[in-house]
């Protein structure tokens, strides 16, 4: 696989960071949770339980797109996460960045919502996947999206992406 950044997109309770994580350790490279760049007030807001806007959303992703900047210009390898819902969130993170390659995890909603259920810890809670996922613009044939079901363990998840990136 070819020195690049890997963007793992999905809503809330897709595995983003679980394939994360676990491909960055197979691979060897760095590694970014996109929640982590939250500012405290968005972190505020989904707590409560009251979704982002795109106003909310332009500053954490610019920092994202920072990070992404960075690992390129230093010419190493990086994977992040963020649910890049709409296709405008992926031109900023993602656009003009021939190096990103984009890796869009999903599955059935009741298979999230219970995933969401059983994790503890987290600010996002399970009532925000549906405005989630009312808000989701499927990547389009031109992103060039790399597309992973999320139902599986995470051994044979990282192994579909490892296989679908590459192809």
């Known amino acids: 696989m070819k020195p690049a950044v890997i963007a793992v997109m999905g809503v809330s309770g897709s595995g983003k960071t679980t394939l994360g994580r676990a491909m960055a350790a197979q691979l060897g490279w760095a590694f970014q949770e996109g929640d982590e760049l939250h500012p405290p007030e968005n972190v ?31 010419g190493e390898p990086g994977i992040f996460t963020c649910s890049l819902l709409k296709r405008a969130y992926r031109d900023i993170v993602i656009g003009g960045r021939p190096d ?16 969401m259920a059983r994790r503890h810890g987290h ?4 009532t925000l996947l549906d405005s989630q996922l009312a808000t989701l613009e499927e990547p389009g044939a031109d992103e060039h999206a ?15 992406a490892m296989a679908a990136l590459e192809k």
């Open 146 to 160: 790399v597309s992973v079901e999320a139902g599986g363990t995470v051994e044979q998840t990282v192994a579909s």
């Open 123 to 126: 600010f996002m809670p399970a």
């Open 100 to 115: 990103v390659r984009l890796l869009y995890l999903h599955g059935e909603p009741a298979v999230l919502r219970e995933r």
């Open 44 to 74: 505020a807001k989904m707590h409560a339980g009251i979704p982002l806007d795109d106003a909310d959303r332009l500053p954490w992703l610019r920092k994202i797109a920072a990070w992404v900047d960075a690992r390129i210009a230093a």
